[in-house]
Every structure is written in C-alpha cells, then in structure tokens.
C-alpha cells in the first residue's frame, strides 16, 4: 500500500524543519523533497562529499534513527500520533513516548451509559496494551440512551440493569477487563437531554458494583452547574426503594476515599440525603472524607454535612479534608461530637465562618472531640468579618497544646503579623 495516504501534514513537518539546525536539515533534505523546498529560505551549499539523491515522498521513514528520535520529540502529541501510522519503523520509534501519552490521558475514561460510549470502552478494554491503563471511571450525563428497559410497576424503577445489553457488556468489562480500575466518578447533574434520571444512573451504579463484586477504592459525586430556576425535574423517584436489595452493601467493602463536591442543588436533595448515610453505613474500611463546597451564599443548595450527620458513627474515619466551605450552623459541631474521636488528621482550605462562629470556636470543638488528632492544617481560612486569610499547619506531639495556643492566636486575629507560615 502506498503510504503517500499516511505522509505528515504540512504544518507539523514545517515547524520540524524550521527547528532544525543546519547539519540536521541538510541530512533531511538529502530525502526529501518537500523539506528541501522549505530550506530554500536558508542558504544551502553542498558539500563536495555529499551527493543528493531524492527518495520517494515518505522521507520521515529514511531518516537516520537518531534524526528520527529526535523528529518524534518536536512533535506535539496529536503530531506524533498521527505519525505512528506511517509504518512499522514510526510504530516502534514512537512507542515510549507515546506509552506516556496514552498512560497519561487514558486514567480517566468517560461514559454517558449511551452504546456507543461503551463500545468505546470496550475497544479499549480489548487492546492488548492499553486495558490495565485505565484507573477511574467517570460517568458524566446527558445519560443514555439505553434499549430494552423494563420498568417495574411498583417504583417505576429499572427492573435489572444487568439485563440491559448495553449495562451487561459494562458489567462484564469491569468484571473480566479493566483490572486496575477502581475509582468511580459520578456526575449528579439533572440534564433535560437525559434518557435516565439521576436515581436511575444511582441504582444502575450500585448494582454494578455489587454484581460484578468490583468494590470501588475512590468514589467521587459530584455536580457542575445549576438548573434553570423553572426547571422541575418530571420524573424524581425516592431512592428508599435500593434497601429492598440488601446485596449493595456489599459494594462499599473497599472503599477508603469519598469525595463530595458541592454546589448540590435542591432537586436533588432527596436522593443525597439517603445515598450519603447509605454509603457510610456500609463502607468499614472509609477513611478519608473530602468535602468541597460552593463557598457561596446560595441557600439552595444542599448541606452536605445536614445529609452525613444522618448516617451512624463511623469509628474507621481517620482524614477529613474540607476545601472551599462556609460553615452555616452547627452541624460540623455535631457531626465531630460523633465520629471525631478516630481523626487522625484535618484540613481546612479556603473555608469561612459565619460571625456567630468564629475559628476559635471551631478548634474548640477540634480540642474537645479529636483526642487522636496528629496534624491539622488551616490554609487560606478567613473570618467573615476579615478579609485577611490565615495559614498554618501544625504536625507531631503535643498537638492539644498546639491547638490551645491557636485559639489564642485566633481569638486576637490580628492579620499584620499573621503573615504565611507552615509550622512542623
């Protein structure tokens, strides 16, 4: 077959021209027609022992293996990909570094749950190189669509997602192919492009989990923009239904990092308030928590710590990291009086306080209900009252002597000589 189909386009191969110096542009333009054109610009002269002769069109696969190298590391990356259809010899010069490429841009796969996003994942999951490559999978909407769901009666539920063709090809490849993958992200964004609803994408989710005993490690839930205010969801079903099915427990045995990202808006608040305590009941080896907030005034969104403080004492808890939060009321307070005697370490970044709570008041209850505590950071906090931000990070002994003598230093926020300061 001609690989004149496969030559490199004509701006990626004149930025490599144009880079070269003179002794490498005249080996390139001994082979190459189009190069020698492009080096017009540059006086050439000859050498008396160097004899012009012009190849075919590919010069790219002439070159010397150390012109090539070098070649395949100017390349960007979409370039050199491209290039490794050129033939065998590109294949193999482009294989290291395009192994980084791939093992870089391949961790993270995306579904829609749609046929063909996951016959995407499925060509993926049966190359011979690239399957033990991915390690999370994000489920992002609009979701769908699928064929052949039966709905029950009872809850206008999926009856089996498994059933579902489409989700038992998923099932199997997480089963069987996709070995290393074992975090989960899942967008609980309402679409009004979507096929499935967002308790719809939930239940399919746990199922998966639990049927195919894939127990993820990470699992992240997440949203990203707010609905139109006159947008009502037409189909939202309570999720108190997936206690019929005492089986998903089984898919948190593994779990040690939960993410929850706010903002998570009102329409959603019946489902979140039953998956959080769900899935902290059922998780013994959870421990860390990271909590990322909206840090705005938007009362519409949902309290993430009003939904975890419904769920039972959890004793394995030891991380606790809560970036970009605004504490309203007291429900840190009393979620520490439960399950902060396991804390081991806790952060707190880009967070405020409301004026009848100060930072003070905060370590306070850190001093009175984190008796395990070994490190605490504050970076970046602010007062409501005060602009100024504060830093600091405190690890070792001592650490309910360290904190008595923050309270202090918070009491008097004094931002002058409070400049940016790590302590170890």
């Known amino acids: 077959m001609s690989s004149r189909r496969h030559r490199l386009l004509p701006e990626p191969f004149y930025r490599i021209v144009d880079d070269l110096d003179e002794i490498d542009l005249r080996s390139l333009r001994l082979i190459s027609r189009e190069a020698n054109r492009r080096g017009r610009r540059r006086p050439f002269k000859p050498h008396r022992r160097l004899r012009v002769q012009y190849g075919p069109s590919s010069g790219f696969n002439k070159l010397p293996v150390e012109l090539l190298y070098m070649v395949v590391n100017l390349l960007e990356d979409r370039d050199m990909i491209s290039l490794q259809r050129v033939s065998k010899r590109m294949t193999s010069v482009t294989y290291e570094r395009s192994c980084l490429i791939f093992d870089r841009c391949l961790r993270t796969i995306r579904t829609d749950l749609s046929s063909s996003s996951i016959a995407q994942i499925q060509y993926l999951a049966s190359h011979p190189v690239f399957h033990h490559i991915p390690q999370a999978l994000q489920i992002v909407p609009p979701f769908g669509p699928l064929p052949n769901i ?15 063709p489409t989700l038992k090809i998923l099932k199997q490849l997480l089963q ?9 992200e899942l967008c609980l964004d309402s679409n009004e492009n979507d096929h499935l609803s967002t308790d719809d994408v939930v239940q399919i989710l746990f199922h998966l989990f639990a049927e195919t ?17 006159e947008t009502s969801p037409q189909d939202l079903r309570s999720l108190y239904r997936i206690t019929a099915h005492p089986d998903i427990s089984r898919a948190w045995t593994n779990l040690h990092t939960l993410t ?22 059922h998780a013994p080896r959870l421990e860390r928590l990271i909590i990322i907030g909206s840090n ?34 007291h429900g840190f307070h009393d979620w520490l009086s439960a399950n902060g005697h396991q804390l081991t370490s806790l952060t ?7 004026p009848y709570q100060g930072w003070h008041d905060m370590l306070g209850d850190v001093q009175s209900y ?11 906090i602010k007062d409501s009252t005060r602009e100024s931000r504060y830093y600091r990070t405190y690890k070792g002994t001592g650490m309910m002597a360290k904190l008595e003598e923050l309270k202090i230093e918070l009491r008097a926020w004094d931002p002058e000589p409070l400049a940016p300061l790590i302590l170890y």
């Open 150 to 164: 039966e709905r029950s009666s009872s809850f206008n539920e999926i009856e089996s997602p498994a059933s579902i």
């Open 176 to 184: 069987y192919s996709l070995p290393n993958c074992k975090s989960f």
């Open 213 to 229: 005993e894939r127990s993820p490690e990470q699992l992240t839930l997440y949203s990203q923009s707010s609905p139109s205010p």
């Open 260 to 281: 929850i990202s706010e903002p998570y808006f009102q329409h959603l608040c019946w489902s979140l308030e039953f998956i959080f305590p769900l899935i902290l009941e």
């Open 296 to 329: 705005t005034k938007d009362y519409n969104s949902v309290n993430a710590l009003t939904a975890i403080n419904k769920a039972i004492p959890m004793c394995g808890l030891k991380h606790i990291e809560i970036r970009n939060w605004e504490f309203r009321d």
């Open 348 to 354: 707190f970044s880009e967070c405020a306080t409301e």
């Open 370 to 380: 984190c008796t395990a505590l070994e490190s605490i950071t504050l970076d970046n």
